[in-house]
């Protein structure tokens, strides 16, 4: 069984930066993609980023693109999302996930079959 479990999340200032980490246990790490969604509330969990089994491609939603950064670490089995100038509507909820298939990585919640729990980051103006 896959246990995924998000730390990190706070409370920080507009500009400031924050380090999400997902520790992995149940499946093989280096074999499955990862992804990071959030969901702010009244919202419905949103996609931010992913990256593959060995991570080497990454993708992220245009609104992160050039301040978030995903990476992992196959020999901890961590995932990583480093978040730098962080704005106000960054404010959400933020899960980790696990693909559904080894060796492959999409962007719909759809394509995910193991979530974190979840780590909550609140951005203040």
């Known amino acids: 069984q896959v246990q995924l479990v998000e730390s990190g999340g706070g409370l920080v200032q507009a500009g400031g930066s924050l380090r999400l980490s997902c520790a992995a246990s149940?499946?093989?790490?280096?074999?499955?993609?990862m992804g990071w969604f959030r969901q702010a509330p009244g919202k419905e969990r949103e996609f931010v980023a992913t990256?593959?089994?060995?991570?080497?491609?990454?993708y992220y939603t245009a609104p992160v693109k050039g301040r978030f950064t995903i990476s992992r670490d196959n020999a901890k089995n961590t995932l990583y999302l480093q978040m730098n100038d962080l704005k106000p509507d960054d404010t959400a909820v933020y899960y980790c996930?696990?693909?559904?298939?080894?060796?492959?990585?999409?962007?719909?919640?759809?394509?995910?079959?193991?979530w974190g729990q979840g780590t909550q980051v609140t951005v203040s103006s």
């Open positions: 996930a696990q693909s559904r298939t080894a060796y492959d990585v999409g962007t719909r919640r759809a394509d995910f079959d193991s």
């Open positions: 149940g499946r093989t790490f280096s074999r499955y993609g």
């Open positions: 990256i593959n089994w060995s991570g080497g491609n990454t």
